[in-house]
């Protein structure tokens, strides 16, 4: 079945260090997107890319990067510069332009201990 | 910039029915989306609307007014299963995005 892959489920982070969440589609979606979501609140985006070696800023990019070097892989880098990175981090492809649905992949939930 | 405000939580009897509003402020405005996400799980896609009317989908059923800015997701015969949070998500003018609301948790009680 087709579907959206994030890796690690879990993520540990030391103060100064960058770490990278994984994000992998075999949907054959050419749109990707990140969103950041706190406890009990909404999700805000991120960074998202339309197609391969492209990508825009979203809502709150400082502190972030990404690279769309392939159509199924859209790696998100969380680095030092962003001061409160505890969060859970959610990826996502457009499922369809007609009823523009996204699909979500499991989610990463990054700790900085 | 674009905002949308739903209730915080709402809580019912199962069978009952509950509708979960949504206002939204935006720049440009395409269609208004409704996603339901159980805690810790991922958010998956329930309904969309571009234009005015009802979209029904089984138990679920979503609104749109365009010129009131406003939406509603409608449950009916609610179900323990449906005990989750219902976000609002507005697809605006600038690129093809989604902005959340905060979110409605929905509590079904016996």
């Known amino acids: 079945d087709g579907g959206i892959t994030q890796s690690p489920k879990y993520l540990f982070r030391k103060e100064g260090q960058n770490v990278t969440l994984s994000c992998e589609q075999n949907?054959?979606?050419?749109?990707m997107y990140w969103y950041r979501q706190d406890p009990g609140q909404g999700l805000r985006l991120i960074y998202y890319?339309?197609?391969?070696?492209?990508?825009q800023k979203g809502d709150i990019a400082e502190g972030y990067s990404v690279s769309r070097e392939k159509k199924e892989s859209f790696p998100l880098t969380v680095t030092s510069a962003q001061k409160n990175p505890t969060a859970f981090y959610l990826c996502a492809s457009r499922k369809d332009e007609e009823n523009y649905g996204y699909t979500f992949g499991s989610g990463t939930r990054l700790t900085v201990v | 910039g674009q905002s949308l405000e739903q209730p915080s939580e709402v809580t019912a009897v199962e069978g009952a029915i509950v509708q979960i509003n949504c206002t939204y402020q935006t720049s440009g405005f395409y269609g208004l989306s409704w996603y339901q996400q159980h805690d810790g799980g991922a958010p998956t896609f329930l309904s969309y609307?571009?234009?005015?009317g009802l979209e029904e989908t089984g138990r679920f059923s979503s609104f749109l007014s365009r010129s009131d800015s406003y939406g509603y997701l409608l449950l009916q015969e609610l179900q323990m299963k449906d005990s989750a949070s219902y976000f609002c998500?507005?697809?605006?003018?600038?690129?093809?995005?989604?902005?959340f609301g905060g979110g409605t948790r929905v509590l079904v009680k016996p």
């Open positions: 890319s339309q197609i391969v070696n492209d990508f």
């Open positions: 609307n571009a234009l005015d």
């Open positions: 998500a507005v697809r605006g003018a600038a690129g093809n995005k989604l902005t």
């Open positions: 949907l054959n979606h050419d749109a």
